[in-house]
């Protein structure tokens, strides 16, 4: 069985396509524990699975794994692993229908739905810090602390995410790895980004390092 990741890049769609592509293709090269979830809320149902035949042909050319976000339907169809958001179908209602082998991770904000996230493979549980890529969300961020509290109280790893970056990372030991979006996406080395998050959920570089730039967003999280 493979490992689980420890780094998942959240789809944009809003940005350029190739811009889009080129920095999840640089991210994915630097192994098999960088995944990506296909996330684009309110696209049309075919532009949605479309996309995620796209990704899935990305990923399975680099042995990364493929989350869909929410669409049993279309994870199912490309060979994708799920991701349940809040508010939807539990771990319960959607396992029975997944191959096996295939992982399911869930969404957390609070105590109510980490008991909800039993069954999980993962969780990703935000946000920790006020996230740059979601400048609307008016949910108080959790903090390291409020993290831990939730992580501690969960029944599977969980990645950290909303305003992720290489220097918060290490303040968060906790977490067996991060779920990001521009701290990637918008990076000018989408590549050395990603292995300073790995190493930060690895502990293989002290707190202090150099570490890549802050992209825009992120310095504005």
């Not at 030991?173 to 690895?202: C, K, M, N, Q, Y």
């Amino acid at each position: 069985m493979p490992a689980l990741p420890r780094l998942i890049v959240i789809t944009d769609w809003r940005l350029p396509r190739t811009r889009l592509l080129s920095a999840l293709e640089r991210a994915l090269e630097v192994g098999p524990t960088v995944a990506v979830q296909h996330r684009h809320p309110d696209a049309p149902a075919r532009t949605f699975l479309e996309e995620a035949r796209l990704l899935a042909a990305l990923c399975q050319a680099r042995g990364n794994p493929l989350f869909v976000n929410g669409r049993l339907d279309v994870a199912l169809l490309v060979g994708a692993h799920l991701h349940l958001p809040a508010r939807g179908p539990t771990v319960e209602d959607a396992r029975p229908y997944l191959p096996a082998g295939r992982w399911v991770s869930a969404a957390v904000h609070d105590a109510d739905e980490a008991r909800l996230a039993r069954g999980a493979d993962l969780a990703l549980v935000s946000p920790v810090y006020a996230p740059g890529s979601k400048p609307g969300d008016s949910r108080a961020p959790l903090g390291p602390e409020g993290f831990r509290a939730l992580a501690a109280a969960l029944p599977c790893p969980a990645l950290a995410l909303g305003g992720i970056t290489p220097e918060r990372a290490f303040l968060l030991p906790e977490a067996h790895g991060f779920a990001v979006i521009s701290a990637i996406l918008e990076a000018e080395d989408p590549a050395a980004t990603a292995r300073a998050l790995l190493a930060a959920a690895t502990r293989a570089v002290e707190p202090g390092a150099p570490l890549p730039p802050a992209s825009p967003r992120q310095e504005r999280a």
